[in-house]
């Protein structure tokens, strides 16, 4: 799938099948996380791979705003160190994950954003660092590709050379 049809269609799911995610496709997925620029090239983050079902369980009730994470057969959780731009630096990588997974057809949406701290002890996470998010994967059951996202006008938010002047 072309870059700017995957940002186009891309949508987030919170229902998968259990259908597994074949590993080339879990390591593309955890290869563009990876490969994602960050600030000063100091890569402040960490990917814990998570495919174990009771463990998938676990963090579905640990994450208030995702228990569907419960029901994905592959979840990825990000871990930052506490720098200044590792928020922005592991966001960036997160949406390669998201966009890298959908060219392949297979689903996610972003969970938490911070909040997240129960999950550290599960995981074997050292307390110097914060858990930013759970990401779960999965082939959605309901396709939803076709649907219209949406967004406010271009005009109402695009602005040319200053604000308030519309961008064409």
Same mark, same amino acid.
């Given at each position: ?9 891309v949508?987030a ?6 259908t597994?995610i074949?590993p ?9 996380a990876h490969l ?21 369980k676990?963090l579905g009730?640990l ?5 569907y $994470?419960a !029901? &994905?057969?592959? @979840?990825?959780?990000?871990? %930052?160190?506490?720098t200044?731009?590792? $928020?922005? !630096? &592991?966001?960036? @990588?997160?949406?390669?994950? %998201?966009l ?6 297979v689903a996610?949406?972003w969970?938490?954003f911070?909040?997240?701290d129960?999950?550290?002890p599960?995981l074997?996470i050292p307390g ?12 959605p059951v ?7 996202k949406k967004?406010k006008?271009?005009?109402?938010v ?10 064409a």
């Amino acid at each position: 799938m072309e870059v700017f049809e995957a940002v186009k269609t891309v949508l987030a799911t919170r229902s998968y099948l259990g259908t597994p995610i074949p590993p080339e496709i879990t390591r593309r997925i955890v290869d563009a996380a990876h490969l994602t620029a960050s600030s000063m090239n100091r890569q402040p983050w960490h990917f814990i791979v998570v495919e174990d079902p009771k463990v998938l369980k676990q963090l579905g009730g640990l994450a208030r705003t995702g228990p569907y $994470v419960a !029901d &994905a057969p592959l @979840a990825v959780v990000v871990v %930052i160190e506490k720098t200044d731009f590792a $928020v922005s !630096d &592991a966001s960036r @990588a997160i949406q390669s994950m %998201i966009l890298t997974a959908w060219s392949s057809g297979v689903a996610s949406n972003w969970v938490g954003f911070f909040g997240l701290d129960e999950v550290k002890p599960a995981l074997g996470i050292p307390g110097d660092l914060d858990v930013l998010a759970i990401i779960p994967f999965g082939y959605p059951v309901v396709a939803k590709s076709g649907e219209k996202k949406k967004r406010k006008p271009l005009r109402e938010v695009v602005h040319s050379g200053r604000f308030g002047t519309p961008f064409a």
